[in-house]
DNA sequence: CGTTGGATTGACGACCCTCAATCTGGGTGG
DNA sequence: CCACCCAGATTGAGGGTCGTCAATCCAACG
């Protein structure tokens, strides 16, 4: 129970949130500003599709995952959401949840109010909020890039690849990558069958490339994943 | 040549941009704070990868497409964008724009500086802002559900449909789209090839289905692509 | 030890990508 | 005015990949 005054000055990721730009006094000021994290285990949900949406959320630390089922019930992954990530701004169109966001892992969430971001404004947060505003649509353009990928193969490369950037970023290292994610979620995110995600995991494996398990991706041949991501 | 106190007041797009909420005296407020609306020709570059990025935009009227070139060098349209909706915020996070923006038909679009944001922030546009964020975050779930669609049919019907859809939210007649693309563009953006699409059209013409100009798409049978769309 | 859910592997067929030829319409120049 | 050209669009043939259906395997758990 660390009290406001420190709280943003000791997160590990307040270097790519919205403090990114703020000095310790500035971190103190957010802290007073802005509600304590909401911790969340494994499983749990942080919103629900239909909830009534008066924030945006931030990653503070795990990860997420958000889903939407479509008109003809199928369930679609939308997205996986890593520390320093703004999500959930979809319900601003009609006010409530367009989707689900789901806890990958015991993680943390940083909660910004509407009526809370005139002052985060004020506070030194504005380009912080552009950029990853930014950052946002960068992202959901690769995915849209990956997903016109025709091969599975290079669809999962891509992905892996643009995984390591974004633990680069976070300052992690990218041999070993962080996704508590199942086998399911992942082809559904990566729009391909349970079973070409798998054969292609196989392939990739027996070949050398990576090491796949429940909760951890070790890339063993960078160059050759890129080659990969690359050929159509 | 209408001077600024009218200019927002008059636009047919008031409704669907950051204006949305204001009245008369707020529209004049905002046209006092905003540059004039860039005017552009069918082909005319607004910004081309490696710009620096200072401005996000608004379109006004027409049409226009973003794109970008990937590592190995294929080009992917990332976008189409129709009046009311906001693009060019990916260049927030390096300052540098990562796509090219060009022009589909006649269009003009509102420039807004990042030093001018605070001040629509206090002009009552604050809301709005948000608005267009979530329908901006909502519309790249759609497409990104879409592209993983495995049948060609069905990515072209659901996105034919969505189409509609945006026209209809903007007040037009949904039976009659407007879409200066190209056939190769249009391929590109749905992630399959020009050929495949062409037989696609094809197909669904004689189908009677819909009918493709260079222009624009007549809807025909609204239910039948409605099925196509949802069967995987 | 049996059950259960997730993951893997196999066989088959449909769809799409590739390569290639043909067709169409608009613009230019003789 | 017509022949030519060129880019975009259409159509065709063949092969590879993935989706579908189904059986099997595996590990966790009661």
New interface residues.
């Given amino acids: 129970m660390t009290d406001s005054r420190s709280r943003c000055g000791e997160c590990p990721t307040r270097r790519f949130c919205l403090a990114r730009d703020l000095d310790a006094s500035g971190l103190d000021r957010l802290s007073a500003l802005l509600a304590p994290p909401i911790q969340l285990s494994r499983g749990d949900y942080l919103y629900r599709f239909g909830d009534r949406t008066s924030a945006l959320h931030l990653v503070r630390s795990g990860a997420f995952k958000t889903l939407?089922v479509?008109?003809?019930g199928?369930e679609?992954v939308?997205g996986f959401h890593f520390p320093g990530e703004i999500f959930g701004?979809?319900?601003?169109?009609t006010g409530v949840h367009?989707?689900t966001a789901m806890a990958l892992d015991t993680s943390s969430v940083c909660r910004v109010h509407?009526d809370e971001?005139?002052g985060l404004?004020g506070a030194g947060c504005?380009?912080a909020f552009?950029?990853l505003?930014?950052?946002?649509?960068?992202a959901?353009?690769r995915?849209?890039?990956l997903?016109?990928?025709?091969r599975a193969a290079s669809r999962l490369a891509v992905f892996l690849l643009q995984l390591a950037e974004r633990q680069r970023r976070l300052g992690r290292t990218t041999d070993v990558l962080y996704l508590p994610v199942s086998r399911t979620d992942l082809a559904?995110h990566?729009?391909?069958t349970l079973e070409a995600l798998s054969r292609v995991i196989s392939r990739l494996s027996r070949a050398g490339l990576l090491a796949m398990e429940r909760m951890e991706v070790r890339v063993l041949r960078q160059a050759e994943l890129e080659t990969l991501a690359?050929s159509?």
Same sequence: chains 1, 2.
Avoid: C, Q, Y
């Fill in positions: 939407t479509t008109a003809d199928e679609h939308t701004l979809t319900g601003f169109t367009e989707d509407v971001l005139p404004w504005d380009v552009l950029r505003l930014g950052e946002k649509e960068s959901a353009t995915l849209r890039i997903l016109s990928e025709p559904n990566l729009g391909m690359g159509r």
